[in-house]
Structures are given as structure tokens and as C-alpha cells.
């Protein structure tokens, strides 16, 4: 059976190291030193090196590498009518690092008077396109629009969040998001995307133990949470084309090289597996946190997972072998075994402008790698 469009063997989450350049520009875009199509300008120079070398290290889903972010999810919500970034989460979490992101809070009703991701994506197809026109791009390329998943404007905040004011209640507010993302899904697919990641860090953290307590405590039962959100997504990408790619990350934190949540898929395997309408999944796997591979018994035989077995979150290589055993021992709970897995790296390698605690050489050793392993385990598949 085929890969859905858009998925390879050797795949990966869309985030990478910033620049140098970027990071400082968008400092001095804070200060008032440099103007906003100023810094576009440099994005965009800085964007097409990315995306040639992800083509030249042998990956096909081609990301923007998120250059245009500091955070992976607050950066697109922002752009939507009716939300705010204000001050900092909370947690009961530790943070090594000391860092909580900002909050996203609704104080109006929810809109989307713009196409969010559209320019961003124009770009980075004019750069595949290029690339294939010098005949730097062999064979099929795809460009893979990653967004936050519509649970990030409610999971973390909560009906605290939500201006009561403009939602009284909470069913017209999910109404409205998934109204908002139905039409930025139009709008891409309008401008030719086929390929939409949804990043959502909620069903992974409901995988936690702690989590799910303090979850408990803001929205009641984990469990209805967990179909509440499945069914909230699944309204939200109701409306895509047949011909559009819909896949799931669920990531656990990447914060320069730390991790937030840990425990087994089990307590959302069912729902995740089972009712997401999703095409493929993206796994975190990297280590024993994640627990063992027995949740993806649940997987149907028509669905894909790209399993996050190596790590973004260090500098050394991964070891070739252990990662060729560990994608066959997932295998064997997989109803048509390696023929439903490919590979990618846990998470990102930059979901906030920070980045992991490794180089870019680093970095693109370890996808140089990724490729390798798949063609190795997948042949000219991969």
C-alpha cells in the first residue's frame, strides 16, 4: 500500500536550528532597529538555504524550517481575530531552563480575516520550484505546512482564558475555532498545500500522570477531555479536499533540549488511533519516557505513523543499529508491520527560536543519518 501524499520514509517534524542572523534581526525588529519587511527579506534568504538543504541532505517534506517563529504555536494563533499573547503560563511543571511560554488568551470573539500561512507557503513552493528547474531536487518533493493544533487555545488557559464576555458559554467559542481553521485549511489548499501537520503538545500531555492531574482540576474528566478534543480536531479538518494530507504531531516538549511530559500513549491510544481523523501520526519515541510500543496495536491498517525514534534533543548521532531494531520491534504491533512506519526524529530541532543544544552541522549530520537509516531499512521506498 502506497505512503499517503506528502509522507516519506525518512521524514520529519518541520522545525530547525534558527539562524544567527534571524534571531538577532528579530531583536532588533523589537527595538525598533529594523522594520518588519526588512527582517521578511532575510527570513526569506535564510528559507530557501533551508529548504535546498533539506533537499540536498535527501528529505522531501520541505518546511519552511518555522525561521519566521519564535514559538511554534503562538506565532500563527496570534494572527487569528479575538486572541492575544499575555504574560506567562503557569505549571506545576519544573522547568530547568526557568522559561514558560506566553499565554494565549481570547478576549473577543474568534476570527480569520486573513490567510495566516499562505505567503509562507508560496514561498517555500517558489523554492522547490527552483530547486527543480537547476535540478537540485530529484524525484518528489512536497512542501508540508505545519500549524498548532486548535486544542492549544483552550487546553493550557482553560475557561480562564476565554473572555466570558464574548463567549458566555463554550460551545459557540468551539464553534468558532473550528470555523477559523476550517478556513485556513481552504485558504492553503486554494493556494495548492496538500499537506497540513497539526502540532498539538495536549493529547501528549494527557499521557502524563501529573498532567492529567492538573488537567483534571481545569477541564474535569481526562478521558472526556481527550474525545472532546479528538472530536474538536476532526470538525476542524471536516472540510479538506480528499486530495488533502492531514497528519498529527504529538509532542511532549522541545525546549532547548528538554522535555516536559512523559508516560505511555495508553490512556489516549483508543481515541487517538481509533477516532482522530488523521491520515498519519507523528510520534515521539526517542526514549524510554515514551514508554514501550504496545499502544500502536491500536493502529488501523489504513494510517501511517512516523516514528520519532531518534533524538533532536542531543548533539551525538544516534546509533544506526538500535534504531533499525527498535523500528522493527514497533513493527510487530503494527497490523502491516514496516509497511505502515516510517522514521523522523522525535520532535523538532527548534520549536522555539531557542533551539536544541547542538550546531546546525550537528543537526544536519544527524538528518544526513535519518536517510540513510531509511534507505537502509525501506530501499528506494524511502
Known amino acids: 500500500m502506497p505512503l499517503p501524499a506528502g509522507v516519506y520514509r525518512a521524514d520529519h517534524v518541520g522545525s530547525f536550528l534558527r539562524p ?20 521578511r527579506k532575510l527570513e526569506d534568504e535564510h528559507i530557501a538555504r533551508v529548504a535546498q538543504a533539506q533537499l540536498d541532505a535527501g528529505i522531501r517534506s ?27 503560563l503557569s505549571s506545576t511543571n519544573v522547568t530547568t531552563h526557568g522559561m514558560m511560554p ?40 512536497t512542501c508540508k505546512v505545519c500549524i498548532p493544533s486548535p486544542t492549544m487555545v483552550h487546553f493550557r488557559g482553560g475557561r480562564e482564558s476565554i473572555s466570558t464576555e464574548a463567549y458566555p458559554a463554550l460551545e459557540p467559542f468551539f464553534e468558532d475555532l473550528v470555523r477559523v481553521y476550517q478556513e485556513e485549511i481552504a485558504d492553503l489548499y486554494a493556494a495548492g498545500c496538500r499537506f497540513v501537520q497539526l502540532d498539538d503538545t495536549n493529547l501528549a500531555y494527557l499521557c502524563d500522570e ?15 477531555l481527550t474525545k472532546q478534543y479528538a472530536a474538536l480536531i476532526n470538525a476542524a479538518i471536516s472540510k479538506r479536499p480528499k486530495d488533502m494530507v492531514v497528519g498529527i504531531h504529538l509532542c511532549r516538549g522541545n525546549y532547548r533540549s528538554q522535555w516536559f511530559a512523559q508516560g505511555s500513549y495508553e490512556p489516549v491510544a ?9 491520515d498519519v501520526y507523528f510520534l515521539e519515541y526517542d526514549d524510554a519516557r ?20 531518534m533524538s533532536s534533543k542531543k548533539a551525538e548521532l544516534d546509533d544506526k543499529a538500535d534504531i533499525i531494531r527498535r523500528l522493527n520491534e514497533a513493527a510487530k504491533y503494527c497490523p502491516r508491520g514496516l509497511d505502515q512506519l516510517c522514521l523522523s526524529h522525535q520532535c523538532g530541532f527548534s520549536s522555539t527560536a531557542e533551539g536544541n543544544d547542538l550546531t546546525e552541522e550537528e543537526q544536519w549530520a544527524k538528518i544526513r543519518l535519518e536517510v540513510e537509516i531509511a534507505n537502509e531499512v525501506w530501499g528506494s521506498e524511502a
Open 20 to 39: 544567527k542572523e534571524i534571531l538577532s534581526a528579530r531583536e532588533k525588529l523589537d527595538t525598533n532597529g529594523i522594520s518588519a519587511e526588512e527582517l
Open 62 to 88: 520541505v518546511t519552511d524550517g518555522e525561521f519566521r517563529r519564535a514559538f511554534f504555536h503562538i506565532d500563527f494563533l496570534q494572527h487569528l481575530a479575538g486572541v492575544e499573547r499575555q504574560g506567562s
Open 290 to 309: 515514551s514508554g514501550d510500543f504496545s499502544p500502536l496495536r491500536h493502529l488501523p491498517e489504513n494510517k501511517i505513523v512516523v516514528l520519532g525514534v
Open 270 to 278: 483508543e481515541v487517538l488511533f481509533k477516532e482522530l481523523d488523521v
Open 210 to 224: 501529573g498532567m492529567r492531574k492538573e488537567a483534571a482540576q481545569r477541564h474535569g474528566d481526562p478521558e472526556k
Open 102 to 141: 506566553p499565554k494565549v488568551v481570547v478576549v473577543d470573539k474568534l476570527g480569520h480575516p486573513n490567510a495566516i500561512q499562505v505567503d509562507d507557503f508560496n514561498f517555500v513552493e517558489s523554492q522547490i520550484a527552483k530547486a527543480r528547474t537547476a535540478g537540485s531536487a530529484t524525484g518528489a518533493a
